[in-house]
């Protein structure tokens, strides 16, 4: 088998599995460009359950980047407190939200750079913004990703950069259906490809897998 074909392999079989074990969040469904750039603010350095739960109670009460701009700080660390980081997540949404409305006239800036002048917002949050509210094909990852592509995709004692870790997403990502592919590599991180204990006799890559492999 060519190199070429294990990342088709790879994506097709990950997708496959997507199709029956996807987790169902709100902010997968959601269209709205200030929902899906704030979501990713409420998703940083904490569980995806943690938002879910306090998701529809937020975005009732914070409409848009003027609620938020107004609101008591102090009032919006407390509904977001079991996030984990109120304090720092609340100072990120007022920054932001005072730069679109003041800059940018309540319009989210479709450049991920100029979303990076808030201090804060760094290469994820501003480029999952641009893939799953813009669909555009940007390249980002958390610990998540790089675990998988790590362990697919490179031997063990080989550290892998940045800059690899986009090329091997570059070569795996579909053209079109590159949002349930980054979906589909998150969930199949948590439920499967885990930091610890990772279910390998469930997995349907593991014949594929530099990790697995080692470990046979």
Request: with cysteine; charged share 25%; glycine share 4%.
């Amino acid at each position: 088998m060519v190199v070429e074909d294990k990342y088709s392999l790879v994506r097709e079989r990950i997708l496959d599995w997507y199709k029956g074990n996807k987790r169902d969040y709100p902010w997968r469904k959601s269209r709205s460009l200030y929902q899906i750039l704030v979501t990713e603010i409420l998703l940083q350095k904490t569980i995806a359950l943690n938002v879910s739960n306090i998701y529809n109670d937020f975005f009732t009460k914070y409409e848009d980047f003027s609620t938020i701009y107004n609101a008591d700080i102090t009032n919006l660390q407390s509904d977001i407190k079991g996030l984990g980081l109120s304090n720092k997540r609340a100072k990120i949404l007022k920054d932001l939200s005072q730069m679109i409305l003041t800059d940018y006239s309540g319009k989210i800036p479709k450049d991920p750079e100029i979303l990076k002048t808030v201090n804060g917002i760094a290469d994820y949050v501003s480029n999952a913004f641009v893939c799953f509210g813009l669909n555009n094909r940007t390249f980002f990852f958390d610990v998540n990703i790089k675990r998988f592509i790590q362990r697919v995709f490179k031997p063990q004692d080989v550290k892998v950069s940045p800059d690899i870790i986009y090329t091997e997403l570059d070569k795996l990502l579909p053209k079109t259906d590159f949002k349930h592919m980054y979906w589909a590599i998150l969930d199949f991180g948590y439920k499967i490809c885990s930091k610890n204990n990772p279910k390998c006799e469930l997995c349907p890559i593991s014949d594929k897998c530099f990790y697995f492999l080692n470990l046979s």
